[in-house]
């Protein structure tokens, strides 16, 4: 189903829209936490911070596709909305190759050069063969997150929330599954926990294709639509080019992070990955959220809606501040039930340092609240050069604070945390204070003349 998100009742259209889209990515969160959840349990906690490092790892392969394809989703929602339905076919074809091109040299780039990867993260020797085990299968499964996520982003870019969100819920449940099956049923280790999880994700890859391909008449494409369109490609590769950047900016610091906290051991590797987890889960929604204004503000900026635009913008803000206020809480509270989840209760000192991770984190999720809005506002308004300098200031803080911090041994790990929220807040604090005193004025100027 199509939502045009250019007409009817703004806090519905957008709410109407995001559901879905928050209830995705929460289920895409499962495949991750179903493999932490049984490794930590029923394997160890040094089978946990191999997962955990692997993940933040794939987190970060896995950004640059999402960033290409976010980029394209900016586009055809604009298109969409402007109702060029064939410059939108051009977006398509274009847009495809670039990314699956893309996809291909990464897979082919983490698979060859795991071993060096593994060295340049610091992993502990005691860690090495588990965590090698581990990214050594999960790596396969690269491309089937780059069908999934292109197909998705368009759907996605024309109103159609749920579909993705259908094909996740099947993909999510046979995953959690093959997880019991393979390293339950089977003792296949962290080997069985990464196989289940490329074996959902190609199902919900192919499913999406499959949907796409056969029902959808935009993707029947026609010979005339084969042909190179430069301004076409030019305009994809921009938007997708300058997302890519951001998301991966974003992911490397994070992965530069998790370097800095392999150094200090097994204990707080895994308590860090067991953190991650709970911290991600509860910031995904207004993380997306954030993806959904994003295509309401680009459908209506191909639309010329400059009023609707910025009530979307005013009540994009106060929802997304009223749920962190509400997550905040729920963290603070139960913080350390939470950890048991994945901890088993013995391991004391794992638990009390994911507690402490939490509460410095939790108090602050306005911080990474607005800054998903902003990154969706700029990117949604062609100006996604814009979303990579907040990026830079958000990550490049963290990164030198982190490790002028960590050092410090009245400071220590606390300073990794702390380094966090004071880049989110940052970045907010330039993100509003550039819209306010000079991009306000440009975007007016921008919708009224049609660019």
């Not at 490397?252 to 991650?276: C, H």
Request: glycine fraction near 10%; proline fraction near 3%.
């Amino acid at each position: 189903m199509k939502r045009d998100l250019t007409t009817g009742s703004i806090s519905r259209s957008m709410l109407l829209f995001a559901v879905p889209m928050i209830l995705g990515n929460l289920l895409q969160q499962l495949y991750n936490i179903a493999d932490t959840f049984i490794v930590g349990q029923y394997i160890g906690a040094d089978a946990l911070g191999a997962v955990g490092t692997s993940y933040t790892l794939m987190v970060f392969l896995t950004s640059v596709i999402l960033g290409l394809c976010m980029g394209s989703g900016a586009v055809f929602s604009m298109l969409f909305g402007a109702g060029d339905r064939e410059q939108l076919r051009s977006s398509i074809v274009a847009s495809f190759v670039l990314i699956g091109a893309v996809a291909v040299v990464i897979q082919a780039a983490a698979l060859l050069l795991l071993d060096p990867i593994l060295h340049l993260l610091r992993i502990p020797a005691e860690l090495y063969s588990l965590t090698r085990e581990y990214m050594g299968c999960v790596f396969w499964g690269i491309f089937f997150t780059f069908l999934y996520n292109y197909f998705a982003s368009y759907l996605r870019a024309v109103g159609n929330s749920t579909l993705p969100l259908i094909f996740l819920v099947i993909s999510t449940l046979l995953n959690i599954g093959l997880d019991v099956l393979f390293v339950l049923g089977f003792s296949w280790g962290v080997w069985g926990a990464a196989f289940a999880t490329i074996i959902a994700q190609g199902v919900s890859a192919l499913l999406m294709t499959g949907y796409c391909l056969v029902r959808l008449p935009i993707f029947h494409l026609r010979a005339s639509d084969l042909h190179f369109d430069g301004a076409c490609a030019s305009r994809i590769f921009q938007y997708s080019f300058i997302t890519c950047i951001q998301q991966s900016i974003m992911n490397l610091g994070i992965l530069m992070i998790q370097g800095l906290v392999n150094s200090f051991g097994p204990a707080v590797m895994s308590a860090f990955a067991a953190a991650v987890k709970i911290d991600s889960f509860a910031y995904m929604p207004v993380q997306d959220f954030g993806n959904a204004f994003s295509t309401f503000i680009a459908q209506n900026f191909g639309a010329r809606q400059e009023e609707r635009i910025q009530k979307g913008i005013r009540f994009a803000v106060c929802a997304a501040l009223s749920f962190c206020a509400v997550i905040t809480a729920g963290i603070w509270l139960f913080a350390d039930k939470l950890m048991l989840l994945f901890v088993q209760p013995h391991e004391t000192e794992i638990i009390a340092i994911g507690v402490n991770y939490l509460h410095i984190e939790g108090t602050f999720y306005f911080g990474i609240g607005c800054l998903f809005l902003l990154y969706g506002l700029y990117r949604a308004v062609g100006s996604p050069k814009m979303s990579v300098v907040l990026t830079v200031i958000s990550l490049g803080t963290r990164v030198l604070l982190a490790y002028c911090l960590a050092p410090i041994p009245a400071i220590g790990l606390a300073g990794i945390w702390w380094a966090i929220p004071i880049g989110w807040i940052l970045a907010d604090l330039t993100g509003f204070l550039y819209y306010r005193l000079h991009y306000k004025n440009k975007l007016h100027t921008r919708i009224q003349a049609g660019i």
